[in-house]
């Protein structure tokens, strides 16, 4: 059984993000737990006490919070409630590695989601740490969310990590879902993509190659003419899609597609 974590602030498009990953826990029968962070500040005496009443606070309105979503929770299992303190990255991303996550699911900032993704510097962090996926869901995607495909981007490493392609078997077990493996090939370009994604048999429907020098470009493309329910790719350290996150410009450029992200550890 797969564990979710579902990070909020309690904003509207935290409020999406939740309901997506009510709605994922619900198809494929996963554990929930929704979690927020806070930083005590920095003051002179008695830090003890008000972190206790920050975080009582804190619990109080999560706890509140997620009770608007309970009617939607329909696998029976009630969902865990948790405050943490500290950097909001740093401390999600070390809850979900101390207690087996198998995948964040959060919201992204802004009505377009994208030039500043994923809560500030966690996608950053990710790629330090490069552990657990995160699915990214920009709030204006709220009415578009139609398709039922996974495009997974591959460069000519393919994917090797076990715990990712467990993931996506679970999500391909969704009925109606369809799993595309997508790559880019630069000019003179020769590789064997089934080879390298030979541990995907059984899972994967179509092989997709497109030739071209943007790789941003090619897969915007494709995803704005086609109907994809969400956009996985592999969080390779020092390669393209490292640089591609660091970069806000090009960052903005891909996300402006409004479709789900799903970063995948190495």
Not at 131 to 149: C, D, M, Q
Request: charged share 20%; proline share 4%.
């Amino acid at each position: 059984m797969l564990n979710i974590l579902c990070p909020t602030d309690f904003s509207p498009n935290s409020e999406f993000a939740v309901e997506y990953a009510i709605n994922l826990s619900n198809t494929i029968g996963a554990r929930l737990t929704f979690i927020t962070s806070y930083k005590v500040p920095h003051v002179a005496g008695a830090l003890r006490a008000l972190d206790e009443k920050i975080k009582e606070a804190l619990d109080e309105d999560l706890r509140y919070f997620v009770r608007k979503f309970k009617d939607l929770i329909t696998t029976g299992k009630e969902p865990e409630i948790v405050v943490v303190e500290g950097n909001t990255s740093v401390s999600i991303l070390f809850y979900a590695k101390q207690h087996n996550i198998d995948l964040i699911i959060m919201g992204t900032k802004g009505s377009s989601g994208l030039a500043n993704v994923i809560m500030g510097s966690i996608t950053k962090k990710f790629f330090e740490q490069n552990e657990v996926p995160i699915l990214a869901i920009p709030f204006s995607s709220k009415e578009l969310l139609t398709g039922n495909t996974i495009l997974l981007t591959l460069d000519n490493k393919g994917i090797n990590n076990e715990h990712s392609i467990q993931l996506l078997t679970a999500l391909k077990n969704i009925p109606n879902t369809e799993l595309n493996v997508f790559h880019v090939s630069s000019p003179n370009e020769k590789i064997d993509l089934a080879e390298n994604t030979g541990k995907l048999i059984g899972i994967v429907d179509n092989i997709i190659e497109k030739d071209g020098i943007d790789a941003v470009k090619e897969i915007k493309q494709y995803v704005d003419e086609n109907n994809i329910g969400i956009v996985a790719m592999v969080g390779r350290r020092h390669s393209f899609w490292e640089r591609l996150f660091v970069e806000s410009n090009t960052t903005a450029e891909l996300f402006s597609t409004n479709v789900p992200i799903l970063m995948l550890p190495e």
